[in-house]
Nanobody, 115 residues
Framework: QVQLVESGGGLVQPGGSLRLSCTAS????????MAWYRQAPGKQRELVAE????????RYADSVKGRFTISRDNAKNTVYLQMNSLKPEDTAVYYC????????WGQGTQVTVSS
């Protein structure tokens, strides 16, 4: 199983920015599409953004289009999520995972958007 370690979360004011990172173990990272997900308190986990194995195809949830950017560095086994113009409704624990087949979930990173 691939191990996934998310980082970069924190407390930010509305309108602010954060950059999340997710590093995966193993040598097959470059073969898989990756995604960021989030789970807010009392809600189901939802897909935020997805990136193909090469990085050429991107997909976003409607709620984050134009504000979030997903990218990856296959040489570093890392996928990123640049989050701009953050809103209170973006508050959640953010996770990354392979699109398919999914691996075990990491611990996630908490993002809190509040004044």
């Amino acid at each position: 199983q691939v191990q996934l370690v998310e980082s970069g979360g924190g407390l930010v004011q509305p309108g602010g920015s954060l950059r999340l990172s997710c590093t995966a173990s193993g040598s097959s990272f470059r073969l898989y599409a990756m995604a960021w997900y989030r789970q807010a308190p009392g809600k189901q986990r939802e897909l935020v953004a997805e990136i193909s194995s090469s990085g050429s195809n991107l997909r976003y949830a409607d709620s984050v289009k134009g504000r979030f950017t997903i990218s990856r560095d296959n040489a570093k086994n890392t996928v990123y999520l640049q989050m701009n113009s953050l809103k209170p409704e973006d508050t959640a624990v953010y996770y990354c995972n392979r699109v398919y087949p999914p691996s075990n979930w990491g611990q996630g990173t908490q993002v809190t958007v509040s004044s």
